[in-house]
C-alpha cells in the first residue's frame, strides 16, 4: 500500500544540524540516538501496549495537521487512512487481529464467517457472511454490496484505490464501473450472505487482499459516486456525525453495530473527534504538556525533528512515545518516461550521488530509521535488506559523476522533486547531495490529503518524487508488482508504480513467479528480482522509517499496529479515566 504521508523526524542534537549539514557525513551516530547502555530509547514500547486497558467511554481526541486522502473504502489506500477507516467506520471480509507485534499480521474474520474456501486450484473464493450484520440505519449488510463496493472500485471517477481486483478478478479487463447498469459477471452473490470471486489466476493469497476496503459493503442507495467520500455509511462501531473537510471530524456510536458478531473491535470511546489544520509542532507540544482535553488525544503524523529532544531526553514522556517500524521503503522514484530519466545512466547517477545518511537524519536519525540497501523492506528479506548495489551510504559523487558523462550530461541538469509539505527537510537532503553531481533541484511542497492526487496526474507531475510503499501483508508478490510493474499505470489516480517504469523482462518475470505454486520458490524469486530492478534504478531507495506517534497521558491500549505501518490501532485505544475527557 502507499507509504503516503509519514512525516520527518529528526533525532535530538541532528534536529538542528538536518537542512545546514544534508550533504555531510559526520552526524551519523549525532542527537543521542542510543543510550548510554547501547540500546535504543524510541523502542522501549515496540510490541506493547501502552497504558493498560481502556476503560468504556469518553472522547478520543485525534490532532492532525492534514485531511484524510479518502474515506470512500472504493478509493482508500492510505496506510493510516485505511487502518482509520476499517477499524472504525466499516468493515472487510476479513481483518488484521488486533495484537501488538507480530500477531497483528495474523488474519481473523470480520464480516465473514471464515478466511474463506477456494476451489479451482485457488482461482474461486466463497465467503459467507455472519449473521445480524447491521448498517448504521439497522438494514441488514448484503453479500450484494460487497460485489458493489468491488464493482464501484473500477470507476474512472473515483481513483486511486486499491486494485487487487483489477489484477485479478476474471473479466476485468476494460470495466468502468456499475454505471449504466454493468456489473461483473466474476463476482457472483447465490444468496444475501454468499460472495464468490472467480479470479483469471491462482490467488493463494486472497484472503489478505478482502482486508482492504474494496472489500467493505456499500449499499448502492447510498452511494454518491465522488460525494461518498465526505459521508461513508457506517458498517463499523461509530458512524460520522459531522465532517467540515480539513476541519474537523467527529464520529458517535453506531448503535446498530453488535459487538456480538465482532471479534475485533473494541471501541472504546463513545466519541472520536479529529482535530485537523494545526501545524506539526504545535500537535507535539500539545501532547508533550498534555493538558485538558489533549491528555486524552493521540497524534495523527509523526513527530516533528525539533519536538524529538524534548521526548527522547525526558523519561515519563518517552514512556508516551510508540515507535513501531513502517515496514516502508522510502524512495525517490524517477521519471523514466521522460528525458533524462529514460536514461538508465542518469537514473543510476542518482543513486551514487544520493547521500542517504542525510536522508536518514532528517528523517530522525539512526534512533528512527535504518538506512535502505533494496527496494523491499526487511521483513520480506528474512529479517535484514540485502546490498546488493554496495553504494556507500554517503553516496559516491565521482561515480555519479562519470554516470552522468556517460549519459551526455557531463555538466549536469535541472530537474523538480515533489514531496508532502512535511517531507521539505527531506527534500532538502536529496536536493544537497544530488546538487553535489551537478543535478539542481527544485522542491515542490504539496499539502499532504493533496499529495498523492498530484503525484498520480502523470502528465503534471514533476521528474521526481519522494514517497514510499509498504507491503499489503508480508510477500513480495504485494511490493514489487505494485511498484513496478507498467500494466497498471493511470493516467490520473496513479499508485504505487511513480517511477512510470515499463520494463517488459520485469513484468515477464513478475508473471512467472505468480504463478509459482511453491511459497518458498516464490518468495526466494521476488528477492532475486529486487535485485535486478534495482540494477535498472527506476528509483533510488533512502530509508525504512519508524512511526514516532506521542499519545496523551490519559491514552490506554494504544499500540502500533504493524500491518497499518504503525499507525496507532484504533479498534482498541481508549480512556484510562474517560470522565476527565472533553470534546
Known amino acids: 500500500m502507499n507509504k503516503r504521508?509519514?512525516?520527518a523526524v529528526a533525532t535530538a542534537a541532528a534536529a538542528t544540524l538536518a537542512l545546514g549539514a544534508a550533504g555531510c557525513t559526520n552526524n551519523k551516530h549525532?542527537?543521542?540516538?542510543?543510550?548510554?547502555?547501547?540500546?535504543?530509547?524510541?523502542?522501549?514500547?515496540?510490541?506493547?501496549a501502552v497504558g493498560g486497558t481502556p476503560v468504556k467511554g469518553g472522547t478520543l481526541t485525534v490532532l492532525s495537521n492534514q485531511d484524510f486522502t479518502h474515506l470512500d473504502p472504493a478509493r482508500n489506500w492510505v496506510v493510516g487512512d485505511m487502518d482509520f477507516g476499517t477499524r472504525l467506520l466499516y468493515r472487510t471480509l476479513v481483518t488484521y487481529q488486533a495484537e501488538p507485534g507480530v500477531k497483528g499480521g495474523e488474519l481473523v474474520p470480520d464480516l465473514a464467517e471464515d478466511l474463506g474456501s477456494s476451489s479451482n486450484g485457488a482461482k474461486t473464493w466463497t465467503f459467507k457472511l455472519k449473521k445480524g450484520l447491521k448498517y448504521e440505519d439497522g438494514t441488514p449488510i448484503t453479500a450484494q454490496d460487497i460485489k458493489y463496493n468491488v464493482e464501484r472500485s473500477f470507476s474512472p471517477d473515483l481513483p486511486g484505490g486499491p486494485d487487487y481486483a483489477a489484477r485479478y478478478l476474471a473479466g476485468a479487463e476494460g470495466y468502468q464501473g456499475p454505471a449504466q447498469g454493468r456489473h461483473l459477471d466474476s463476482i457472483k452473490t447465490p444468496d444475501d450472505r454468499t460472495v464468490v470471486f472467480e479470479?483469471?489466476?491462482?490467488?493463494?493469497?486472497?484472503?489478505?487482499?478482502?482486508?482492504?476496503?474494496?472489500?467493505?459493503?456499500?449499499?448502492r442507495k447510498q452511494d454518491k459516486g465522488p460525494q461518498y467520500d465526505n459521508r461513508p455509511f457506517s458498517s463499523g462501531p461509530y458512524k460520522i456525525e459531522s465532517y467540515a473537510r480539513d476541519k474537523r471530524l467527529v464520529l458517535v456510536r453506531n448503535t446498530h453495530w453488535d459487538p456480538a458478531t465482532d471479534t475485533v473491535r473494541k471501541a472504546y470511546p463513545d466519541k472520536v473527534v479529529v482535530t485537523m489544520g494545526l501545524k506539526p509542532n504545535q500537535i507535539d507540544d500539545r501532547l508533550i504538556a498534555s493538558q485538558g482535553a489533549d491528555a486524552s488525544a493521540v497524534s495523527w503524523g509523526k513527530l516533528r525533528p525539533e519536538s524529538t529532544p524534548k521526548v527522547l531526553t525526558k523519561a515519563d514522556v518517552r514512556a508516551r512515545l510508540l515507535a513501531e517500524s513502517t515496514n516502508?521503503?522510502?524512495?525517490?522514484?524517477?521519471?523514466?518516461?521522460?528525458?533524462?530519466?529514460?536514461?538508465?545512466?542518469?537514473?543510476q547517477a542518482v543513486q551514487y550521488a544520493l547521500d542517504r545518511e542525510a536522508v536518514m537524519t532528517a528523517s530522525g536519525g539512526p534512533a528512527l530509521n535504518d538506512v535502505a540497501t533494496a527496494l523491499m523492506p526487511g521483513p520480506l528479506f528474512d529479517g535484514k535488506q540485502p546490498d546488493t548495489l554496495k553504494i556507500p551510504v554517503s553516496g559516491d559523487v565521482?561515480?555519479?559523476k562519470q554516470l552522468l558523462k556517460e549519459a551526455g550530461k557531463p555538466d549536469g541538469f535541472a530537474t523538480s522533486i515533489t514531496v508532502s509539505n512535511g517531507d521539505k527537510g527531506v527534500a532538502e537532503a536529496v536536493q544537497q547531495s544530488l546538487g553535489r553531481a551537478g543535478i539542481k533541484v527544485t522542491i515542490e511542497t504539496v499539502d499532504p490529503s493533496a499529495f498523492y492526487d498530484t503525484i498520480g496526474d502523470t502528465k503534471n507531475r514533476t521528474d521526481l518524487v519522494y514517497t514510499g510503499w509498504c507491503p499489503d501483508y508480508p510477500s513480495g508478490s504485494t511490493f514489487l508488482p505494485f511498484v513496478f510493474d507498467g500494466r497498471y499505470i493511470k493516467e490520473k489516480g496513479n499508485s504505487g508504480n511513480h517511477s512510470l517504469f515499463r520494463d517488459q523482462p520485469t513484468m515477464k518475470r513478475m508473471d512467472e513467479i505468480a504463478a509459482m505454486t511453491d511459497a518458498a520458490q516464490a518468495n526466494a524469486a521476488w528477492q532475486r528480482l529486487d535485485g535486478e530492478i534495482l540494477a535498472k534504478a527506476p528509483t533510488a531507495p533512502t530509508v525504512v522509517e519508524r512511526m514516532p506517534l506521542l499519545l496523551g497521558t490519559n491514552i490506554a491500549g494504544a499500540y502500533g499496529h504493524t500491518s497499518f505501518g504503525g499507525q496507532i490501532d484504533y479498534a482498541t485505544v481508549g480512556l484510562k479515566n474517560p470522565s476527565t475527557s472533553q470534546g
Open 5 to 7: 504521508t509519514l512525516h
Open 199 to 219: 479470479l483469471r489466476k491462482p490467488f493463494a493469497e486472497f484472503p489478505y487482499a478482502t482486508v482492504l476496503p474494496t472489500f467493505a459493503p456499500v449499499p
Open 30 to 48: 549525532s542527537g543521542g540516538s542510543r543510550d548510554a547502555d547501547g540500546k535504543n530509547p524510541a523502542t522501549a514500547n515496540i510490541g506493547t
Open 398 to 400: 565521482e561515480k555519479a
Open 328 to 347: 516502508c521503503t522510502e524512495m525517490v522514484q524517477m521519471h523514466t518516461g521522460r528525458a533524462p530519466f529514460d536514461n538508465v545512466k542518469v537514473r
